[in-house]
């Protein structure tokens, strides 16, 4: 399965990195006759001037101002569902802790979900965190367009309009795709439609209540924004969102295709193609090292289930569908933890632990392909510090496209590159330190103690920080706890990496542009390659290993 699907995300990806690429550029397209009136119209309700250019702060205000206001909204929204309308099956307000942990989460373009989706949230509910999946993506996609414009070979501080950005990744990205995703998934069952409940009689006899709503809308951009969040419990699971083995390789296309295409974006809009090629090299790389052994551990079967003398011939089967099998829930479930996405079609709970801790590692290094837009600012940010430190090895000045990287520079890098680590790991250990201390109070949490017990919550800190959304459902989170302290890491972890980025991309983009000549460090090749992984790498073992330690690869010799 893996060749083809590779295969075929790389024809889609590359046209549409170079569509994206000329969208961002203001050069025209077949598509402007359709979208300039939508475009037009969206301007003049935001009172938006797209010729306005911003500096850096400029579009960092407006990003976080975006995010602000529709913050709000949601809040109103989830917090009075029961008496708002389009509730057909009367499902309840959400508590405040809730509330906050949900909206955080779709904001961030997270979507970790601490609720069941057709028994926690009205249809209006799912409408408004749908509506989030456009923005949280769209934000993404803008704020990584800033940097590529900050990167072009001049001095400048102004770098484009963001809220031009903005809309367009919106209208003539993510939503032609996703009608084209969604229309194909509700011709394959997936259902779309505003009545409640439908009733059937089992084979047994037995009245059975099925759940529908207006899924395949938002399932479409849940996997093309990178999103993750199900409209229903079980996610891509569950055949009402992922009803056959056809619709589960579109999804699973759809979760990289913009991520790659936004480094090809890259190459087009800085007329630099060996360095996109180089790039994608590196996290294609980091992709196959998770993604081949992973399908291959879950094809040998658990060692646990062997020991009791079960034959497994068609894999490891606990926690997957029958439809897809061991090697698609596999692929699937290292597809959507390198990017941010978070959806499953097997319970990531249910593998063998060392495909769990590949799981981990990807959110963990979160730049193997990453989520859209803001996958590339975290790769930007090991690029800094891999020129940094090539630069000291070989006794140049550390050039980054002809702007020189200083002090200022690799501060900003490092202190963004030791966020995720500092949030993953404190957090997991007030957890395990609250846990371990008083158990009886907090036995709710897990219904795995011991090293599974410990990666479950590592895997929740982890998906939170990483803005990915899957969890290991072992773990009791819908309570307060779970619902404040990742909300807490999904805000910092959202919004400060993106801030970092954008902040070194303007800085640079002030600095004199030195063209390169023989001295010049060169980026766009292999050995320069080898070093950006190297020092991801180095940076992902060093900072999380030994809570690996602790545990899936403690979990996987206690199965020995």
């Given at each position: 399965m893996a060749p083809p699907l590779c295969a075929l995300v790389m024809l889609l990806a590359i046209p549409l990195g170079k569509y994206i690429g000329k969208i961002y550029l203001g050069d025209p397209t077949r598509a402007d006759r359709l979208f300039n009136p939508l475009d037009k119209l969206f301007f003049r309700l935001g009172g938006i001037k797209p010729e306005k250019e911003m500096n850096w702060k400029q579009h960092l205000v407006a990003l976080l101002t975006i995010n602000l206001v529709w913050f709000l909204f949601s809040m109103l929204i989830l917090m009075n569902m029961s008496w708002l309308p389009l509730n057909p099956d009367g499902n309840p307000s959400m508590a405040a802790d809730l509330a906050f942990n949900t909206t955080v989460s779709f904001v961030s373009n997270t979507n970790l979900q601490h609720y069941s989706g057709e028994t926690g949230v009205s249809y209006l509910g799912q409408l408004v965190l749908m509506l989030f999946q456009f923005i949280s993506a769209g934000a993404g996609m803008a704020a990584c367009a800033v940097v590529f414009n900050a990167m072009k070979e001049r001095s400048t501080e102004k770098l484009g309009n963001y809220y031009n950005y903005f809309v367009k990744s919106c209208t003539r990205v993510l939503l032609p795709l996703s009608i084209v995703l969604a229309v194909i998934l509700l011709f394959n069952g997936t259902p779309m439609t505003f009545q409640g409940k439908d009733q059937y009689i089992s084979l047994q006899g037995d009245t059975m209540h099925v759940s529908r709503g207006p899924a395949a809308a938002m399932i479409s951009i849940k996997q093309l924004g990178t999103n993750g969040g199900g409209f229903f419990g079980a996610n891509s699971a569950v055949p009402m969102e992922n009803p056959n083995y056809f619709?589960?390789?579109l999804e699973d296309i759809s979760i990289t295709l913009i991520p790659i295409a936004m480094i090809f974006t890259l190459g087009y809009t800085l007329?630099?193609?060996r360095l996109a090629w180089m790039i994608f090299g590196v996290m294609t790389l980091g992709f196959l090292c998770f993604v081949i052994p992973s399908i291959y551990l879950e094809m040998k079967g658990n060692p646990a289930i062997g020991h009791l003398g079960v034959l497994q011939n068609a894999g490891s089967m606990e926690g997957k569908e029958v439809r897809f099998g061991p090697a698609a829930s596999a692929y699937w479930?290292?597809?959507?933890?390198?990017?941010?996405?978070?959806?499953v079609n097997a319970m990531h709970?249910?593998?063998?632990?060392?495909?769990?801790?590949?799981?981990?590692?990807?959110?963990?290094?979160?730049?193997?392909?990453g989520g859209v837009g803001v996958g590339f600012l975290n790769f930007y940010i090991f690029m800094i510090i891999a020129v940094f430190i090539s630069g000291l090895m070989v006794g140049r000045t550390p050039e980054f496209l002809g702007k020189k990287i200083e002090a200022k520079e690799m501060k900003i890098a490092t202190m963004i590159a030791l966020l995720h680590t500092l949030l993953i790991l404190s957090f997991t250990a007030l957890s395990s330190y609250l846990f371990a201390h008083d158990p009886k109070t907090y036995a709710g949490w897990l219904n795995n103690p011991g090293y599974h017990g410990?990666?479950?919550?590592?895997?929740?800190?982890?998906?939170?920080?990483?803005?990915?959304?899957?969890?290991?459902?072992?773990?009791?989170?819908?309570?307060?706890?779970?619902?404040?302290?990742?909300?807490?890491?999904?805000?910092?972890?959202?919004?400060?990496?993106?801030?970092?980025?954008?902040?070194?991309?303007?800085?640079?983009?002030?600095?004199?542009?030195?063209p390169e000549s023989a001295g010049t460090l060169k980026t766009d090749t292999g050995t320069f390659g080898i070093m950006i992984y190297a020092v991801i790498i180095i940076v992902a073992a060093l900072s999380f290993f030994p809570a690996l330690t602790l545990g899936p690869i403690a979990e996987f010799f206690s199965l020995k």
């Open positions: 619709t589960n390789m007329k630099r193609r479930g290292i597809t959507t933890t390198v990017t941010s996405n978070g959806s709970d249910s593998f063998t632990p060392l495909t769990g801790m590949f799981a981990l590692w990807g959110m963990m290094i979160n730049s193997f392909y410990f990666s479950e919550m590592l895997y929740e800190y982890t998906s939170s920080s990483a803005n990915n959304g899957s969890g290991f459902e072992g773990l009791g989170d819908g309570v307060p706890f779970w619902n404040i302290t990742c909300g807490l890491v999904m805000v910092l972890s959202r919004f400060l990496p993106i801030i970092g980025p954008i902040a070194i991309a303007g800085i640079l983009a002030k600095k004199k542009y030195i």
